[in-house]
């Protein structure tokens, strides 16, 4: 069997004519390595380190674009569902208005709430309660 081009009809042959190939290689890198030619240097490291057996690619071709188009498929359906069920929630209750946080604010300083450094406190110029715009 020819070591040329053993690249190309690698995955065609049967495992016995592999075998034999791989029976040669082995006794071709017994010899010196400066006298060997191209091919067969070539032939020896595909067999050792070319992608076939345990080393064949785990993912077929085109499987980046399915997982893509399945993880944009799945970020998709999330959002449609989360605004699906965003469309049926009930209204906000009414202690989040920015008139009930408003009145928030007034009552602390009825009651001087947080006098030191708070809605109480002289020359206070912050939001207090509101965090509504």
Known sequence: IPLSNVEAMWERLSADEQAVIHQQLEEIQKRDWKTL????????????????????????PNAGVKIVLGVTALVASAGALYFAIRSTAPAPPRTLSKEWEEAENERALELKINPISGVSSEGYKGPGFVTHK
């Open 37 to 60: 030619s191209v091919d067969e240097k070539k032939a020896a490291y595909y067999v050792a380190f070319g992608p076939h057996g345990p080393r064949a690619p785990v993912d077929p």
